[in-house]
């Protein structure tokens, strides 16, 4: 058994460096060997560190795991708050974001990483809380924004709200499988029908 390695690094900079080399490796090895398939052994190899090397910053596959959601969780709220700090209209700036979104869903080694995910959370209790909660609080971000000043739905009720979030959250999420199962899925086609969708669903129902 490898044994452990407790010591921790006191340079902030170099452990951000060394953690993201381990969950760069992990997401590729997930991504080609799924979450069972893929051991400390073989994300140590792919990392280009020993397998205690990385318990120095991770104390299991799970707390890696947890920690690339967490990262997700970071990216996808960036999002939000560039749309939060941007004056301009809202209905545009989240229309025109939508690119991103699409892009991010599209994109084959995310899909791969997001599928692995999701399968694991089918399984794992502790996985299927940690996306839940990432969820929770993306779904929290979006109804602040929706509430605000420069929204077109403030005055929705809260169930209206809550439904807006969640086909927008459909149709973006869904993305995944669409490019899965239609390889030949692009961006433009997507956008055609997406932005006229977003643009309802932004807008106050007549």
Do not use: W
Request: proline share 2%; aromatic share 6%.
């Amino acid at each position: 058994m490898t044994e452990k390695i407790t010591k921790r690094h006191t340079d902030p900079a170099l452990a951000a460096a060394r953690r993201n080399q381990v969950l760069t490796a992990a997401a590729e090895c997930f991504r080609r060997k799924g979450y069972h398939g893929a051991g400390m052994a073989e994300i140590s190899k792919t990392a280009g560190m020993s397998a205690g090397h990385i318990y120095n910053y991770f104390d299991s596959k799970e707390a890696i795991i947890e920690a690339i959601i967490q990262r997700d969780m970071e990216e996808m709220f960036s999002i939000f708050q560039q749309f939060e700090d941007d004056p301009g209209d809202l209905l545009t700036i989240m229309l025109d974001g939508a690119d991103h979104g699409v892009e991010r869903h599209i994109d084959k080694e995310k899909n791969a990483l997001e599928l692995e995910m999701l399968a694991e959370a089918a399984r794992n209790q502790k996985v299927a809380f940690l996306m839940q909660q990432s969820d929770t609080h993306a779904r929290a971000r979006m109804r602040r924004l929706l509430t605000g000043e420069r929204s077109l739905v403030k005055d929705a009720t809260d169930k209206e709200l809550d439904a807006r979030i969640n086909v927008i959250f459909a149709m973006i999420g869904g993305l995944s499988i669409r490019r899965t199962l239609y390889p030949e899925l692009q961006k433009d086609t997507i956008l055609l029908a997406l932005r006229p969708a977003l643009r309802t669903l932004l807008s106050p129902f007549e």
